[in-house]
T-cell receptor
């Protein structure tokens, strides 16, 4: 299987704290994307980083990519209760491969 | 603006029954995908269609068939459902070099 792995599997933090989740993948990639999934819903795209980029920002999101280690991280700063969701890394080679997801709970 | 619409939202089947999951997108995307999501496994690709008239197997195609009816619609068929096919099924679409857009899923239980 080419499925990636994320850690931690679950993360619980207080509102206002930062949340960091990590993704390791197995193939060469064109880009890596992060998606959010609220309970019972489909996935929503958050941010894309290309294989020649090392860091990217979008609002409260910061993504890093280390292709030599085949890893990426997603940082959510100043978390809010509405950030409670599962987060998936999705890396794109010939197909899209999904990580196993991190379940984030932000406590008000 | 509907995006990707999946029907039904929920379905319960008995082993051996057949059914078709429907997916339609209104974004004029060329590529469409079917995934299944199981606990602790992330999403796994069942079939995809890079463009109207073409379909290809993904990671877990066994027990499924697909039809790309036209540019908007991509259906997934279970000919003889098995308990191992109990899962949440997601349809997605995208255009070249753009992110995936997902439907809200179909929760299927096979007893």
């Amino acid at each position: 299987s080419q499925q990636g792995e994320e850690d931690p599997q679950a993360l619980s933090i207080q509102e206002g704290e930062n949340a960091t989740m990590n993704c390791s993948y197995k193939t060469s990639i064109n880009n890596l994307q992060w998606y959010r999934q609220n309970s019972g819903r489909g996935l929503v795209h958050l941010i894309l980083i290309r294989s020649n980029e090392r860091e990217k920002h979008s609002g409260r999101l910061r993504v890093t990519l280390d292709t030599s280690k085949k890893s990426s991280s997603l940082l959510i700063t100043a978390s809010r209760a509405a950030d409670t969701a599962s987060y998936f890394c999705v890396y794109a080679g010939n197909q899209f491969y999904f990580g196993t997801g991190t379940s984030l709970t932000v406590i008000p | 603006n509907a995006g990707v619409t999946q029907t039904p939202k929920f379905q319960v089947l008995k082993t051996g029954q057949s059914m078709t999951l429907q997916c339609a997108q209104d974004m004029n995307h060329n590529s469409m995908y079917w995934y299944r999501q199981d606990p602790g496994m992330g999403l796994r690709l069942i079939y995809y269609s890079a463009s109207e008239g073409t379909t290809d197997k993904g990671e877990v195609p066994n027990g499924y068939n697909v039809s790309r009816l036209n540019k908007r619609e991509f259906s997934l068929r279970l000919e003889s459902a098995a308990p191992s096919q109990t899962s949440v099924y997601f349809c997605a679409s995208r255009e070249v070099r753009s992110p995936l857009h997902f439907g809200n899923g179909t929760r299927l239980t096979v007893t």
